[in-house]
Every structure is written in structure tokens, then in C-alpha cells.
């Protein structure tokens, strides 16, 4: 079968046995630090991609990504509202809310809590809160019922079934004077969300028609929460419900509140994938050395070509085939050991500290009590086309300086 000249030579200088034993062994080297930086950087980036995920799986499952609210606190005649909000392109789910804050007591413990009146039935296609329940279910938030988040629950001691009280800083008025709102609930669930956002320590989720009474809002809503189906475009999807709404509605999104820290996990990662690429960097700068010990090994070799009428562009592509070989086989077997390893590092892991009996991750720490791992396809190519180009340029020095080689001084002495 047919092949070029260059690729021909340069495929057989890779297979053929080398002379010079240091030269063959820097070449190995080369070959192998390039698919360790390949294997680390995708294990690396597998493990942030999963931690990032859990983040976001942990914080929307609680959270709304955009949500619209009343300038004065209210929003009148809400279902009008959420009817036209349908039909607002990417938009998957609506559903009202009332919020607040305020204190809940039970037998002398008193802590400070994030209060939400929630229709059972909308939440559910909203959040994610009725997966995660420990105990009791989101139907039967009704008649004075509350579900507390696991932390409040621990800490005041209670559980389902038992009494709290809420307090509100909105005030009544009585012959005695202004007194605080009080009003005892009935524990009726208990979630945990993982801890990150605070969500099990401050969140309290009451029936809508409960909130709108307790707060004393008759038939109106705080506001709406909203949910789309991508969460980057919430900015953009907030700006024209803004401009549509007009100045009677407040629309807000995830990433005024939390989009600082989102934006500091995504830079970690970028950060991180420049900082793995000095393996392979380093491992290109082997194959620099290798390559001009070849074509200084190889002088005689590429004088006679050169006098049986190779040109020096065909030198050239000889070098840089066999840098290029080198470059590609470190790629491809850092490829599979990445896959491999990434795929299995969260096995791994959980294994080392069975095997020791240590807690390498504590959820208090890092969101999670594991090590997640997410091997995203972009990431692959990424990392191999960089180990590919840097592999590239390594070569081009050497190959231009063999395609420069004088045939009468290399013969000099042959």
C-alpha cells in the first residue's frame, strides 16, 4: 500500500531499535509524561465536574432559579399572572409562594427561620423537596402542618408530630397593645438537602393557604417561583420578563444571590486545567530533547537521503511523524488510564478509607461525603487536542533543525 515518503521513515524510526539507549529511554519518558498529564488532567476535571454537579444538583433542588415578586410586597390576582408566565418560552414550571421570616420555639429553644408557604401540589414540580423527605410527605402539609429542615429539627429536639410555635415580627393589635404574631404548627415532615447552602438549618415550609393567613395576605401571593430548562439562561430569561412586567414586579434570578459562588467554582476548574497542563507541558519539553539527540544520532542517515534526493521539506515531516507518534500514543494511553480512573475513583476511594478507617470527605467540608466523579465528552477532546498541539510544536524545532543539516559536514567523517 501506498504511503508517503515521510510517514514511511518516520513510522520506522519509531519501530526500529535505537543505537543510543538514553536517547530510547528520554523518548519513553516523554511518552509517558504525556499520558500521565493526560490521565491526572482528566481525573482531575472528572472530580470537579462531579462536585460540581452535586452542588448544583443540592442548591436547585431547593432553590428557584428565577423568581418574580411584587414591588410592594405582593403580588394581586397571581393566577392571571402565572397564566401568562406559561407561556414564556423555556419556562417548565410555576408555582406561588409567601415568604417570610421569623422565630420558631419549642420548650425554651428558639431559633431564627427562612419561612415558605408552598402549595403541595406545584412545589412538587418546581423542587425536588419531596425526595428529599426523611420522614412524613409533601400531600399532607395541611391544617397547620410545617416541614423542617433537618438541622432546625435536631436542634430543637423535635419530631414529626410534635408542637412548635412560629413567631413573626409582624405584630397584632390587642387592648394590651402590639404584641408579635404567634401560631403553633405540627410538625409534619423533616428533609435533608446536605449541607453548602444552610438550607436544613433555616428553611421551614408551610401550606400556602396557612402562610397567606398567618401573614395576613387574604388571597395574595409574595411572589411566583419559576423553573427553566437551562439555568444559565436565567439572567437573560429575567430581562425580558423585567421589561415585560414593567416596574410593578421585581424579577430576580439565582445568580444575583448565588451566582458569585457558582462563578468561583467554574474558575477553580479553569485554573486547575491550566496548572495540570505543565505535566504535559513538561513532558513536551522531553520530547524536544529526545528528538534533537535523534536527529544528531541520525546525521549520516539524513545526509544520504538527502543526496539520494530527499528534499528538505520531506526531513522535515520525518521528525516531526516520529514526534508526532510519540505525542499520540502518550495521548491515547493517558486517554484510557483517565477513563478508567475517573470512572472508578469514587470505588477507589470509599475503598482506601474502608481499608484504613479514615474519612477522606466530610460532607461539613465538601458538600459531600464522597468523591463524585463526572467525565464529561468535551473535556476529553479538550485535553487530548491540547496534548496533540503541544506534542506538535515540540517537534517542529528538531524537524527544522534535521532539515537544515549540511550533507558534506555530515559525511565529513563517515
Not at 178 to 187: I, L, S
Not at 195 to 224: E, P
Not at 263 to 284: D, G, N, R
Amino acid at each position: 500500500m501506498f504511503k508517503p515518503l515521510a510517514l514511511f521513515i518516520g513510522l520506522r524510526y519509531t519501530r526500529a531499535k535505537k543505537r543510543n539507549h538514553f536517547v530510547s529511554f528520554i523518548s519513553l519518558s516523554s511518552m509517558l509524561g504525556i499520558g500521565l498529564g493526560v490521565m491526572v488532567l482528566i481525573t482531575v476535571l472528572s472530580v470537579m465536574n462531579g462536585f460540581d454537579q452535586e452542588i448544583h444538583k443540592r442548591f436547585f433542588d431547593m432553590a428557584p432559579e428565577i423568581t418574580i415578586s411584587g414591588r410592594d410586597g405582593k403580588i394581586h390576582n397571581w393566577p392571571k399572572l402565572e397564566q401568562e408566565l406559561k407561556n414564556t418560552p423555556h419556562v417548565q414550571a410555576i408555582a406561588p409562594y409567601v415568604g417570610g421570616q421569623g422565630l420558631l420555639t419549642h420548650e425554651g429553644q428558639v431559633l431564627p427561620i427562612v419561612l415558605t408557604g408552598v402549595d403541595p401540589v406545584q412545589e412538587q414540580a418546581l423542587t425536588n423537596i419531596q425526595k428529599k423527605l426523611i420522614v412524613g410527605d409533601l400531600a399532607n402539609l395541611k391544617h397547620f402542618g410545617i416541614i423542617l429542615g433537618r438541622g432546625l429539627a435536631d436542634n430543637l429536639g423535635v419530631m414529626v408530630g410534635d408542637k412548635v410555635t412560629i413567631m413573626i415580627p409582624q405584630a397584632t393589635v390587642t387592648p394590651a397593645g402590639m404584641v408579635p404574631r404567634f401560631k403553633r404548627f405540627t410538625v409534619a415532615g423533616v428533609f435533608s438537602a446536605g449541607t453548602g447552602f444552610n438550607f436544613d438549618t433555616k428553611l421551614a415550609f408551610i401550606n400556602l393557604a396557612d402562610a397567606q393567613k398567618l401573614m395576613q395576605m387574604g388571597d395574595d401571593v409574595t411572589g411566583l417561583k419559576m423553573r427553566i430548562k437551562n439555568i444559565y439562561e436565567a439572567p437573560a430569561i429575567s430581562e425580558r420578563l423585567a421589561a415585560k412586567l414593567g416596574e410593578d414586579y421585581e424579577v430576580g434570578n439565582w445568580t444575583q444571590q448565588f451566582g458569585a459562588f457558582f462563578h468561583a467554582v467554574k474558575l477553580e476548574k479553569t485554573m486547575m486545567f491550566l496548572m495540570l497542563l505543565l505535566i504535559i507541558a513538561v513532558a513536551a519539553f522531553n520530547l524536544v530533547s529526545s528528538l534533537v539527540m535523534v536527529v544528531n544520532d541520525k546525521q549520516s542517515e539524513i545526509a544520504i537521503m538527502r543526496t539520494i534526493g530527499a528534499t528538505p521539506s520531506t526531513i522535515l515531516w520525518i521528525f516531526i511523524v516520529q514526534g508526532m507518534m510519540v505525542g499520540i500514543v502518550g495521548t491515547l494511553l493517558g486517554l484510557i488510564g483517565g477513563v478508567i480512573l475517573a470512572s472508578n475513583v469514587t470505588a477507589i476511594v470509599n475503598g482506601l478509607q474502608s481499608l484504613f478507617h479514615i474519612q477522606l470527605m466530610s460532607s461539613n467540608v465538601y458538600f459531600v461525603d464522597y468523591l463524585p466523579s463526572k467525565i464529561l465528552l468535551s473535556d476529553l477532546w479538550q485535553i487530548c487536542l491540547v496534548a496533540l498541539v503541544m506534542s506538535f510544536f515540540a517537534t517542529i524545532y528538531p524537524a527544522w533543525r534535521a532539515s537544515k543539516t549540511v550533507i558534506a559536514e555530515a559525511l565529513h567523517y563517515e
